[in-house]
Every structure is written in C-alpha cells, then in structure tokens.
C-alpha cells in the first residue's frame, strides 16, 4: 500500500518562524521599556530629593533673612520710639507653592495688653515710614545697589517729640551701614542731625544751594 506524500508544511514553518520572532522582538521591547520605567522611577526619586533639598536650602535662607529683618526693624523702632515696647516679628508661610512672609508689628499698651497688625492697618504713619526706610535700604543692601536712599520729604507723620531721635537715628544708619541718604526737608530739627546739609534758595538764575551744614 502506498502512503499518500505529506503536505509542505514550509508555510507553517515560516509562519511559526515570524511568530517566534516577533514575539522574541517584543519580550526585548517590553524588557527595554521596563529598564526605561525604572530609569525614570529613580530619575522622578533623585528630582523628589533635589527638590525637597533646594526646599530646605531656601527655607533656611529665608528664615535667616527674615531674622535679621526682625532685628534691624525693632532695633530701628526701639531707636526713635524709645518711649514705647514697639516689636516685629514675621509669619512664615507657604502660599501657592512659594514661601510667603508677613511682617507683625506688636506694642505693648500701658495697661500690659498687646496690640499687633500689619504696620499700615494698624499704626501711625511715623511706625510705617520708619519701616519703609529700613525695609528699603536692606533690599538696596541684598541686592548689591549703591546704598543711597532718595527721601522727598518722607517724614511728614511724625510727632515733634520723636524728630531728633528720628534724624538720630538717619544719621546712625548712614554710619553703620556705610549708606548715603538725601533728605529734602523743612524740619530743621532733621537738618541739624545731618552730616551736610544746603538750604535751597530760588533766584532769578535758579535754585542755589547755601551749605548750613558739614
């Protein structure tokens, strides 16, 4: 008897051929795409680190910053304002991602009780210009400016009895913080605590200077 021929299986072969192939190409596909996932899982650890480290770097810069803002504003407070407990203290925060600081400045009443705000809410106009003036200067300071302050008349609130500790203290400030400060005035209690002063004189040919002072 005889056997039929078997039928060419050369089809099958191939055909068995390319899936094995295929699937020996996507088993490398899904081994590099694994290597990728992890790659980029230890990436996003070493960013989470990074991050968490500049945090704590500006955190710590911010916090000493803002303490010797504390310092310099109630030394300043305490210069002109000798008469009364005036204080600042800061709120640090994080808002929208960023740090946010809120300066607090705090007087202690005859009574013992303590009154606290945000200066221009809160206090006078002489408590807030003192403040201004410092805050300026430290910023000019920070940012490596010329320390040179431009004052136009810049003390209309304060009450006569601290306007010789306020030109007092200009004058201190000037001197410790090797700073130049150009006041135009009409107190001449200011002008007498002032390094060098000119009274200013309108001619027919213009303004003329007249040093008073220095």
Do not use: W
């Amino acid at each position: 008897m005889q056997l039929a021929p078997l039928p060419d299986i050369t089809p099958l072969q191939t055909m068995a051929h390319r899936a094995v192939g295929r699937r020996d190409s996507l088993e490398g596909r899904i081994r590099e795409t694994e290597d990728t996932i992890s790659g980029l899982e230890s990436d996003e650890e070493i960013l989470a680190l990074v991050c968490e480290l500049f945090r704590n770097l500006i955190d710590a810069e911010v916090n000493s910053g803002v303490k010797a803002v504390e310092s310099l504003l109630t030394e300043g407070l305490s210069a002109v304002f000798s008469d009364q407990e005036i204080a600042v203290r800061s709120e640090v925060g994080v808002s929208r991602g960023k740090v946010s600081v809120r300066l607090i400045t705090s007087q202690r009443q005859p009574d013992g009780s303590l009154t606290e705000g945000v200066v221009n809410k809160s206090f006078g106009g002489a408590v807030s210009t003192v403040q201004s003036i410092l805050l300026r200067l430290t910023v000019v300071l920070r940012r490596g400016l010329r320390p040179l302050l431009l004052l136009d008349e810049s003390l209309p609130a304060f009450d006569a009895n601290y306007v010789d500790a306020m030109g007092r203290f200009l004058r201190t400030l000037c001197e410790r913080m090797d700073a130049d400060i150009l006041l135009v005035t009409h107190n001449t209690a200011l002008v007498d605590a002032a390094h060098r002063a000119y009274k200013i004189r309108r001619t027919k040919s213009g303004a003329r200077f007249d040093l008073v002072r220095g």
